[in-house]
């Protein structure tokens, strides 16, 4: 499958909306409950241009087939070198290496803009996620027991860190 990693437009929020409310109603990828809406999506898609962190999309036969972006960790000044980072893959498009080209571009960004650190927050029993994560040089740097709460069950969150710089 020979996708197209670009920049996401606005026009590729309806595609992005359905990838992240699959994950939403049906993964522990994303903890939240309840769907999004488009205007909700649109909010976070100017926020994230607003503070210059990249959306990027895989595109193949015209149409998105997954996204990625990354954010601040954590809002304190002193994280601003540090990102964390999210991927995701519509289901028909997993295993084909899309999650691996979104993955490489958002590294790639990350250094262009001088950040430090990338870090991965990830549900612990996401076995897949942790072993992609590792491909990439991101090490397991901890786990927060019982941080999430999903589907009628506790959750566990492995952290995974990748520094950036020096690499």
Do not use: C
């Not at 309806?14 to 488009?38: F, G, K, M, Q, W």
């Not at 028909?92 to 001088?114: P, T």
């Not at 990439?136 to 990748?162: H, R, T």
């Amino acid at each position: 499958m020979e996708a197209i990693i670009r920049p996401a437009v606005i026009e590729d929020l309806p595609s992005i909306l359905e990838i992240v409310n699959h994950a939403i109603l049906d993964t522990t990828a994303i903890y939240d409950y309840d769907e999004r809406t488009l205007a909700e999506q649109q909010i976070w898609f100017e926020e994230k241009q607003a503070s210059n962190f990249p959306v990027i999309v895989a595109e193949f036969e015209n149409e998105v087939i997954g996204f990625g972006t990354y954010g601040a960790f954590r809002v304190k000044i002193g994280y601003r070198f540090t990102v964390e980072h999210s991927v995701y893959v519509n289901e028909k498009a997993i295993g084909k290496g899309i999650g691996k080209l979104l993955l490489q571009k958002l590294i790639d960004l990350a250094k262009e803009q001088n950040h430090h650190s990338m870090i991965g927050v990830i549900d612990a029993s996401n076995s897949a996620s942790i072993a992609f994560h590792k491909k990439f040089g991101f090490q397991e740097v901890g786990i927060l027991k019982e941080a999430g709460y999903k589907f009628d069950k506790w959750l566990d969150v492995s952290l995974m860190q990748l520094p950036l710089s020096g690499q």
